[in-house]
C-alpha cells in the first residue's frame, strides 16, 4: 500500500470543491441579507413600520 492512496485524492478534491461552494453560497447570503436589510426603510427613506421597536 505504499504510494497513493485512493481516499486522499478524492478527499483533497472534495475538500477544494467544497471550499468554491461555500464561497459562492457566502456570497449569496450576504447579498440576500444586504437587500433584505435595505428593504426596511420607506420610499421617502424614512423607517417604515416594520422598522420600529
Do not use: C, T
Not at 505504499?2 to 461552494?21: E, L, T, V, Y
Amino acid at each position: 500500500m505504499a504510494g497513493h492512496s485512493k481516499w486522499k485524492n478524492i478527499q483533497r478534491r472534495k475538500n477544494a470543491q467544497d471550499a468554491k461552494k461555500g464561497k459562492q453560497f457566502m456570497k449569496l447570503a450576504k447579498e440576500i441579507y444586504v437587500a433584505a436589510k435595505g428593504r426596511r426603510r420607506g420610499s421617502r427613506g424614512q423607517p417604515g413600520p416594520s422598522a420600529r421597536p
